[in-house]
Each structure stands twice: as C-alpha cells, then as structure tokens.
C-alpha cells in the first residue's frame, strides 16, 4: 500500500540575525528530510532542540512552504496554502503542540473551541452531540464544555486540544512536543490515550519528542534528527537500544537504562546551530571518530548492508575505506 504521507527532499531556509546589531545569515532549519508514514503507523521524530524537527512537521502540514522537495498526502501532491483544496485537506491532517494553554483562547469556553473545526469545515450534524462525545473519547466530562482554559488542570487542558485535534477525524495528526508541559503522572495518560485513539482510528502519528523513552514505547519507526537531516531511522528497539551513527549514540547514552552497556558520551565542541553548519557531514567537529573525507562529504542516508537500517555516516558503510582503496 501507498504511504499516507510522503515528504520528499524537504528544505527550508530562513533568514537569521547574529547579535541584536548582526548582519543577517541565511541559515537551513531544513536540509533535506524524506520521510514517509502510514495509516496507523507512528513516526518518531527525535533530536535535540533547534535540529529542525519542528519546522519538519510544519512542513509536512503545509503550514510551512519547503524551498525544496514535495509534499504527497494520500497520493496526491499537497495544495497550494489558502486554497480550498489545502483548506479541505487541513481537516484531514492536525497539528497538537506542547503548550495546551497557549493553544486555547482563554475567553472561549472549552466546547465552543472543540466546535471550531466542525464550524469551519462546515462539519454536518450536531454539533453539540459531537463535542459530548469528543469529550468523553478524551476522558473528559459533557459538563466541562461549558468551563473556560483556566478552570482546568494543565492534563485535561492537553485533553481538551486533543479533543479539538480529533473533531475533524484526521488521518493524520502531527505531535509537536505534545506531553512536555505536563506532569510525569499526567503523561503516560495522554500517551495512553492518543495510542488508544490510533488504533481505534487507523490514524498516523508523526511524534516529534526529544524523550527518547516515551518514543520508543510509542513508536513504530524512530528517525534521528541533526542539524536539519535525518541520520538514522529504523525500528525504535534497535535504533535507541543499539544505535548506529555516532550523534544517535552520545543521544543514547545520555538516557540511564538498566539493560544497556556502556557509559554515557559526553560530545565535545560547541552545541550545533544552523547558522554554523560544518562542511561534510555536520556532525564532524564533534565526532570522536570522525576521518578526514567527513570533512569534506556529505554522507547519504541509506540502508547499512547488515540489516537495512538508514543511517547516514561514512563509517558505518565503509565508504571511508573504500575510498582508500580506489586512490
Ligand atoms: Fe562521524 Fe564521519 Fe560518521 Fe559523520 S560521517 S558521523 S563525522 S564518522
Ligand atoms: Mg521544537
């Protein structure tokens, strides 16, 4: 079967000001990110702050316009912003962020804004019906339409986005740091319940979280991001209890588990930013086994001869000696 969702080549620049009085540097948050995903299925999408796992799920919304690459959703490409066509698909897919409070406007009741979809998208049927029955799938109460934002604890403000994210029945919904906010004991209820409404929807989850715990007990599939490219993707068991790029490895090391061996890779070098991408592969400067042809090679995400795993490093495919060898 065909993916729900196909990105292709995704890049996305901005502008960026070093200093209050810096001169402008175009910088790619960006740099080049395919992914797919499938009915029913959750992608994982994890990374350090600022390695553009946001703007990637942005981009796969449409919410943003890649410079490069494609958008395919449901085998069609992704309309234009602001069409009717692109408004009509919005339904079909929702974004779910961290903060649940900034999410809601403070003024409006609770059920009025889970209404907001089904208004704007000219939903038929009962509205009010609906809301009620959104609020129960979410473990809310039929009452609590009529409460405002801050009558709610920050878990059944979370409960309540969601409760709006679902009103259009989307077959996807993208998950930007959505439990982050919320207390521990909170968060293995909102996980619960999206894994609940997944399998009882068949809707697909693009998971952008840096607890590499949570994604790997939710996860179908696991991408590591770094500086604006994916550099390994694969099953959430072998790619965070054995991972295979350098950066997945200090990323994984730094989570205590019980199981796992080894001692945590502390990175040197400065924390990335993509207004300073290195040449080559821009992880080099602070890879510890980094050879010289990193410096100047970029390396392409593609499967490891062992197992078919996607990583992105020289050193993995051979590519290092290889090269010796030909010169
Ligand atoms: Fe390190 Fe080179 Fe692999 Fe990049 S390509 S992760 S620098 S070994
Ligand atoms: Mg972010």
Redesign the pocket.
């Known amino acids: 079967t065909a993916p729900l969702l196909e990105a292709k080549g995704l890049v996305r620049r901005y502008v960026m000001r070093r200093g209050v009085f810096g001169r402008t540097v175009p910088v790619e948050a960006v740099a080049g990110v395919s992914l797919d995903l499938r009915v029913g299925e959750t992608l994982g999408l994890v990374g350090e702050s600022g390695c553009g796992k946001s703007t990637a799920g942005r981009l796969v919304l449409g919410l943003e316009t890649p410079d490069e690459g494609s958008v395919r959703f449901d085998g069609a490409p992704m309309p234009e912003p602001g069409t009717d066509a692109w408004r009509k698909l919005r339904a079909r897919m929702q974004l779910v962020f961290q903060d649940p409070l900034g999410a809601l406007d403070r003024r409006i009741t609770i059920g009025e804004q889970i209404a907001e979809p089904l208004v704007i998208h000219a939903t038929p049927g009962d509205h009010a019906a609906r809301v009620a029955e959104l609020l129960t799938s979410v473990g809310l109460r039929e009452e609590q339409a009529s409460r405002y934002p801050h009558e709610l604890s920050g878990g059944q403000r979370q409960r309540a986005v969601l409760a709006r994210a679902l009103a259009t029945e989307p077959a996807l919904i993208v998950a930007d740091e959505p439990i982050s906010a919320l207390d521990v004991s909170i968060q293995a209820q909102v996980m619960n319940l999206l894994a609940d409404i997944q399998a009882r929807r068949g809707t697909a989850l693009l998971f952008i979280s840096h607890d590499l715990r949570v994604v790997r007990q939710v996860s179908h599939r696991v991408a590591v991001m770094y500086l604006g490219k994916i550099?390994e993707e694969g099953d959430p068991d072998g790619v965070l209890q054995e991972p295979a790029?350098?950066?997945a490895q200090a990323l994984v090391s730094a989570i205590p588990a019980p199981g796992r061996q080894g001692k945590r890779i502390v990175l040197q070098g400065d924390p990335p930013s993509p207004a300073d991408r290195p040449t080559?592969?821009?992880?080099?400067p602070r890879?510890?086994?980094?050879?010289a042809?990193?410096?100047e090679?970029s390396?392409a995400l593609k499967p490891r001869a062992s197992d078919g795993r996607l990583v992105?490093?020289?050193?993995?495919h051979g590519?290092?000696v290889s090269l010796k060898v030909a010169a």
């Open positions: 550099v790029h350098p950066y080559g592969c821009a992880f080099h890879c510890a086994v980094a050879v042809m990193c410096r090679v390396p992105a490093c020289h050193l993995v590519d290092a």
